[in-house]
T-cell receptor
Framework: DSGVTQTPKHLITATGQRVTLRCSPR?????VYWYQQSLDQGLQFLIQ???????AKGNILERFSAQQFPDLHSELNLSSLELGDSALYFC????????????FGEGSRLTVL | QQPVQSPQAVILREGEDAVINCSSS?????VHWYRQKHGEAPVFLMI?????EQKGHEKISASFNEKKQQSSLYLTASQLSYSGTYFC??????????FGIGTKLQVIP
């Protein structure tokens, strides 16, 4: 157990819909990352937050948005969903006071039909 | 910029050794290595920091050539439990970690 909690674990929805994925980082970790992993693909970096502020942005579509709240949990919002958005979405957290390693949650598997 | 990993896949027999390489075109602050088993989350193995410091797994070693922006992960005396996909992640700053497409490793009896 990494200490990072993601909900929901599985989500099935239709094209055009909107979903929200939630992540609670490890206690005390200020950084939250979101990654997208499509079938047999690597981990595509989407976005990073540090203590509530956006720190870095990757290949995140305009239809996707995220935020980190004062209690440090984060949400990834995916809208106008397309078939190609079907993927495993991972959240990870890290602490600069530790080794710098990323602790990954178990992921949210999104299926768009 | 996504780091480049090689090989893309490798099959080993138990007890054999393997090397997985990772290279980047940009100057790096650190290199991370993770292993992901099918259907599970990636798990931290090793982090190599600029300046030579290493932190991580006891039975797996790695190197980081800062001048060439290259890292290699050394798996010795492989065990069945080593099977999985290995990802290298490169960090240029602000803790943004970008991953390669991974190397699939299968260890067979």
């Amino acid at each position: 157990d990494s200490g990072v909690t993601q909900t929901p674990k599985h989500l099935i929805t239709a094209t055009g819909q909107r979903v929200t994925l939630r992540c609670s980082p490890r206690s005390g970790d200020l950084s939250v990352y979101w990654y997208q992993q499509s079938l047999d693909q690597g981990l595509q970096f989407l976005i990073q937050y540090y203590n509530g502020e956006e720190r870095a942005k990757g290949n995140i579509l305009e239809r996707f948005s995220a935020q980190q709240f004062p209690d440090l949990h984060s949400e990834l919002n995916l809208s106008s969903l397309e078939l190609g958005d079907s993927a495993l979405y991972f959240c990870a957290s890290s602490s600069r006071t530790g080794t710098g390693e990323l602790f990954f949650g178990e992921g949210s598997r999104l299926t768009v039909l | 910029q996504q780091p480049v990993q090689s090989p893309q896949a490798v099959i080993l027999r138990e007890g054999e050794d393997a090397v997985i390489n990772c290279s980047s075109s940009k100057a790096l602050y650190s290199v991370h290595w993770y292993r992901q088993k099918h259907g599970e989350a990636p798990v931290f193995l090793m982090i190599l920091l600029k300046g030579g410091e290493q932190k991580g797994h006891e039975k797996i070693s790695a190197s980081f050539n800062e001048k060439k922006q290259q890292s290699s992960l050394y798996l010795t005396a492989s065990q069945l439990s080593y099977s999985g996909t290995y990802f290298c992640g490169t960090e240029k700053g602000y803790q943004k970690v970008t991953f390669g497409i991974g190397t699939k490793l299968q260890v067979i009896p």
